[in-house]
C-alpha cells in the first residue's frame, strides 16, 4: 500500500505526479486544469489559498505568520492579481504557549499592513497535544485581476529574469532548526513582491514565487508546459555569502 511521504509536500515531480493522480480525476474541471498559483474567475476576481507549517515558527527575518500572508499575497501577484483580501485561519496544538500565539498574531497583522491586504474573515480550531506542531495556518487570497499569464507567448529566446538571490528563506530557516551545527548572518527574504505588479504592463509573460523545490523545480515544471529545455547559466545564478558558503 502506498503511503505519503514528506517529499510529497516538497513540490517537484511527486506533487505533480499526485495532482494528476489524485486530486484532478476527481476534480478536474476548466479553471483547476490551469494549476496555477491563483485562479482567475469572473467578475475580475483572482482567488488562491495555501497552507504554512514551518519549523521553527520563528527564524531570522521572518516567521509563520510573516510567511503565510506574504507567501499568499505573492502567489496572486505572480498570478497577475492585486492582493486585496486575506482570510485567516489557525490550527493550534494545545498547550501552545498564548504569548507565542501574540506573537503570531502580531506577526500577520503587521505583515497585513506592509501588503495592504485586509484580513477579513477566519477560523480557529485547536487539536490535542501531540497531534500539531505549535501552530498551523491556512490563507486564502482574494484580488483583483491586472492581467493573465501568458505562457503560449514565451518563445525561444526570452529570458529568465530573477528578483534576487536564492536559498536565504530555507538556509535561514534550516540554521534556526540547528540542522548543521552553524551559525551565520543569512535572515530570510520573506517579503510581499508588489514591486512586481507594474511588469505584467510591461511585457513580463509569466511569473513564479521560487518557494519549495527551487529554481530548479520552477524552470523544470515551466518546461514541460513549453515543451522546449530552458538553458541557466549556473555562474549567473545569484547567491548570498552565506548561501554561497553553505
Same mark, same amino acid.
Given at each position: 500500500?502506498?503511503?505519503?511521504?514528506?517529499?510529497?509536500?516538497?513540490?517537484?515531480?511527486?506533487?505533480?505526479?499526485?495532482?494528476?493522480?489524485?486530486?484532478?480525476?476527481?476534480?478536474?474541471?476548466?479553471?483547476?486544469?490551469?494549476?496555477?498559483?491563483?485562479?482567475?474567475?469572473?467578475?475580475?476576481?483572482?482567488?488562491?489559498?495555501?497552507?504554512?507549517?514551518?519549523?521553527?515558527?520563528?527564524?531570522?527575518?521572518?516567521?509563520?505568520?510573516?510567511l503565510?500572508?506574504?507567501?499568499?499575497?505573492? @502567489?496572486? /501577484?505572480?498570478?497577475?492579481?492585486?492582493?486585496?483580501?486575506? #482570510? =485567516? %485561519?489557525?490550527? +493550534?496544538?494545545? *498547550?501552545?504557549?498564548?504569548d507565542?500565539?501574540?506573537?503570531?498574531?502580531?506577526?500577520?497583522?503587521?505583515?497585513?499592513?506592509?501588503?495592504?491586504?485586509?484580513?477579513v474573515?477566519?477560523?480557529?480550531?485547536?487539536?490535542?497535544?501531540?497531534?500539531?506542531?505549535?501552530?498551523?495556518?491556512?490563507?486564502?487570497?482574494?484580488?483583483?485581476?491586472?492581467?493573465?499569464?501568458r505562457?503560449?507567448?514565451?518563445?525561444?529566446? @526570452?529570458? /529568465?529574469?530573477?528578483?534576487?538571490?536564492?536559498?536565504?528563506? #530555507? =538556509? %535561514?530557516?534550516? +540554521?534556526?532548526? *540547528?540542522?548543521?551545527g552553524?551559525?551565520?548572518?543569512?535572515?530570510?527574504?520573506?517579503?510581499?513582491?508588489?514591486?512586481?505588479?507594474?511588469?505584467?504592463?510591461?511585457?513580463?509573460?509569466?511569473?513564479?514565487d521560487?518557494?519549495?523545490g527551487?529554481?530548479?523545480?520552477?524552470?523544470?515544471?515551466?518546461?514541460?508546459?513549453?515543451?522546449?529545455?530552458?538553458?541557466?547559466?549556473?555562474?549567473?545564478?545569484?547567491?548570498?555569502?552565506? /548561501?554561497?558558503?553553505?
Amino acid at each position: 500500500m502506498t503511503k505519503v511521504s514528506l517529499e510529497l509536500g516538497s513540490g517537484g515531480r511527486l506533487m505533480r505526479d499526485f495532482i494528476a493522480g489524485m486530486i484532478l480525476p476527481s476534480f478536474g474541471n476548466p479553471i483547476l486544469d490551469e494549476l496555477s498559483d491563483a485562479v482567475h474567475l469572473p467578475g475580475g476576481v483572482a482567488f488562491t489559498t495555501d497552507s504554512y507549517v514551518v519549523d521553527p515558527l520563528f527564524f531570522p527575518g521572518g516567521d509563520i505568520g510573516r510567511l503565510a500572508v506574504n507567501g499568499t499575497v505573492n @502567489d496572486l /501577484v505572480v498570478s497577475g492579481a492585486e492582493p486585496r483580501f486575506l #482570510s =485567516l %485561519a489557525l490550527i +493550534l496544538e494545545e *498547550g501552545l504557549e498564548t504569548d507565542v500565539l501574540d506573537r503570531v498574531i502580531r506577526s500577520v497583522s503587521a505583515a497585513a499592513r506592509a501588503a495592504n491586504v485586509r484580513i477579513v474573515t477566519g477560523d480557529t480550531k485547536v487539536v490535542r497535544r501531540g497531534q500539531g506542531d505549535k501552530v498551523y495556518i491556512n490563507t486564502a487570497g482574494v484580488g483583483r485581476s491586472v492581467a493573465r499569464p501568458r505562457l503560449g507567448k514565451i518563445r525561444r529566446g @526570452d529570458k /529568465v529574469i530573477l528578483t534576487g538571490t536564492l536559498g536565504d528563506h #530555507s =538556509l %535561514a530557516v534550516m +540554521l534556526a532548526r *540547528g540542522d548543521f551545527g552553524l551559525s551565520s548572518s543569512v535572515r530570510s527574504d520573506c517579503a510581499p513582491l508588489l514591486f512586481l505588479l507594474p511588469l505584467w504592463k510591461k511585457g513580463a509573460l509569466w511569473m513564479r514565487d521560487v518557494t519549495r523545490g527551487g529554481l530548479a523545480t520552477v524552470l523544470f515544471e515551466l518546461a514541460e508546459r513549453l515543451h522546449y529545455p530552458i538553458l541557466v547559466e549556473e555562474d549567473k545564478i545569484p547567491l548570498s555569502k552565506p /548561501v554561497r558558503a553553505a
